[in-house]
């Protein structure tokens, strides 16, 4: 081979291998990551038994309680997500709430502020989880002195827990 056929070849494998890592790095992220509430934060993975939380960049949060094959809602223009728990903590030798160390909040009303405006009111479910799509930006989520502060980007999911209430027992 010639000199001219080896610095084209050369040149040919150095616009292949560009092409390619370009292409690797546009590429989004299409894998669900998991997480579940453990009783005080969230953790990733899923969870022996109980629900958990599906996110994937740029797509609306799933709350699940068994794997299954999850359809991806894209999360519109502009926008993030809130997936979250509402619990109550739970404490002391009498209490056995599965040994999780929390009751879910089932069914409350949770109020979603912007400064003092309400953006959005959501209802938890019965494994006391619940999910928002919002505009980025800051909010806080409940009413003090149960309240918490989450901020929201647009094409990610910002996961919450907000304690409503603590039980202990002797």
């Known amino acids: 081979m010639s000199a001219a056929s080896h610095l084209l070849f050369a040149g040919l494998i150095v616009v292949v291998v560009s092409v390619t890592a370009f292409a690797g790095a546009k590429r989004k992220d299409v894998a669900w990551n998991y997480y579940h509430f453990n009783g005080s934060s969230f953790v990733a993975g899923q969870p022996k038994e109980g629900p958990f939380v599906a996110l994937r960049e740029g797509a609306i949060p799933v709350v699940l309680t068994k794997p299954v094959q999850i359809e991806a809602v894209a ?24 040994g999780n160390g929390y009751v879910p909040a089932s069914g409350l009303q949770v109020k979603i502020f912007s400064g003092n405006s309400v953006v959005t009111t959501v209802e938890t ?15 806080r989520i409940g009413n003090p002195p149960l309240a918490i502060e989450v901020s929201i980007a647009h094409g990610t999911t910002t996961l919450a827990s907000l304690r409503t209430g603590k039980r202990m027992v002797d």
């Open 75 to 98: 999360l519109p223009s502009g926008k993030g997500a809130v997936a979250g728990i509402c619990y109550i903590q739970s404490s002391g030798g009498k209490l056995r709430g599965g």
């Open 125 to 139: 479910d019965e494994n006391g989880y619940f999910t928002a799509v919002l505009n980025a930006g800051n909010y």
